[in-house]
T-cell receptor
Framework: GAVVSQHPSRVICKSGTSVKIECRSL??????MFWYRQFPKKSLMLMAT?????????EQGVEKDKFLINHASLTLSTLTVTSAHPEDSSFYIC?????????????FGSGTQLSVL | RKEVEQDPGPFNVPEGATVAFNCTYS??????FFWYRQDCRKEPKLLMS???SGNEDGRFTAQLNRASQYISLLIRDSKLSDSATYLC?????????????????FGKGTHLIIQP
């Protein structure tokens, strides 16, 4: 089946540093990828939609300058948390939808646990 | 009322027992429904879609009640490996219908613990 690779799986960094997370669709092309954040015991919250070849679309309340998204190809989207602070510590997950597929074909990456000290 | 609401649990259930939990949704225009399973600090994985006619996959049965706006998940003969958080996910369509860009709204999940 389709696989979405996400790495790193875990990052521990100092406050003020930037962290890049990669999301790759391994055996299918995705014009659209999604980035989510999940705090402990909370639901997945959509942060932004990554669109291949164009600017990302951010959900209300998500700072676009804080969370930089680049979708340079049909198989790769990156999320950069800039100047990370302890409150950015969370579980970040990406998902990708195969071109032409329905919602049932939404595949998730394995997630990245970010801990900012 | 929250868009998608679940009892967070935890549900502590002995191995071999049957367990069921519900999820309610507020948007009557919701189009499709799913149950996902999520293990601790792992990605959600699609367990099953939920159809109006109800559907069954092995030990798992999902039901949809549009009139009362809830979906249910029944697990029979529970196994230790069923211990996880079960997410109710509702597709309420495009942004114009109030959904996110991915059209999905996730519940907070129901934590299930199967005990030996």
């Amino acid at each position: 089946g389709a696989v979405v690779s996400q790495h790193p799986s875990r990052v521990i960094c100092k406050s003020g540093t930037s962290v890049k997370i990669e999301c790759r669709s391994l055996d299918f092309q995705a014009t659209t990828m999604f980035w989510y954040r999940q705090f402990p015991k909370k639901s997945l919250m959509l942060m932004a939609t990554s669109n291949e070849g164009s600017k990302a679309t951010y959900e209300q309340g998500v700072e676009k300058d804080k969370f930089l998204i680049n979708h340079a190809s049909l198989t790769l989207s990156t999320l950069t948390v800039t100047s990370a602070h302890p409150e950015d510590s969370s579980f970040y997950i990406c998902s990708a939808r195969e071109i032409g597929a329905t919602n049932e074909k939404l595949f998730f990456g394995s997630g990245t646990q970010l801990s900012v000290l | 009322r929250k868009e998608v609401e679940q009892d967070p649990g935890p549900f502590n259930v002995p191995e071999g027992a049957t367990v069921a939990f519900n999820c309610t949704y507020s948007n009557s225009a919701s189009q499709s429904f799913f149950w996902y399973r999520q293990d601790c600090r792992k990605e959600p994985k699609l367990l099953m879609s939920v159809y109006s006619s109800g559907n069954e996959d092995g030990r798992f049965t999902a039901q949809l009640n549009r009139a009362s706006q809830y979906i249910s998940l029944l697990i029979r003969d529970s196994k230790l490996s069923d211990s996880a958080t079960y997410l109710c996910v509702v597709n309420i369509g495009n942004r114009g219908s109030g959904g996110g860009a991915d059209g999905l709204t996730f519940g907070k999940g129901t934590h299930l613990i199967i005990q030996p």
